[in-house]
């Protein structure tokens, strides 16, 4: 086997060690490891997040148009 093939196979199976861990990974169940059990009189109250300011759209946004170039001086 060339240096190449042996590179090429090793990033192959480095990559594919690599998808089955992320496959494997399930924060659902961190999530549930960590909740704590409260009673729903302690609990915080939830607040809805304020919306973000939205942009004016991008035709406001644009720059003038370039003025444009003055008339060519005549011919003599």
Same mark, same amino acid.
């Given at each position: 086997?060339? !240096?190449? #093939?042996?590179?090429?196979?090793? !990033?192959?199976?480095? #990559? ?19 909740? #704590? ?5 302690? #609990? ?6 304020? =919306? ?12 003038? =148009?370039? =003025?444009?170039? =003055? ?6």
């Amino acid at each position: 086997m060339s !240096l190449r #093939s042996t590179t090429t196979y090793a !990033l192959l199976a480095l #990559s594919a060690l690599a998808a089955a861990g992320w496959l494997a990974y399930n924060p659902a169940d961190i999530a549930t490891a960590t909740q #704590s059990t409260t009673s729903p009189s302690t #609990s915080v109250p939830t607040t809805t997040p304020t =919306p973000l300011t939205t942009l004016p759209p991008p035709s406001t946004l644009s720059a003038p =148009p370039a =003025p444009s170039a =003055p008339p060519a001086p005549p011919l003599p």
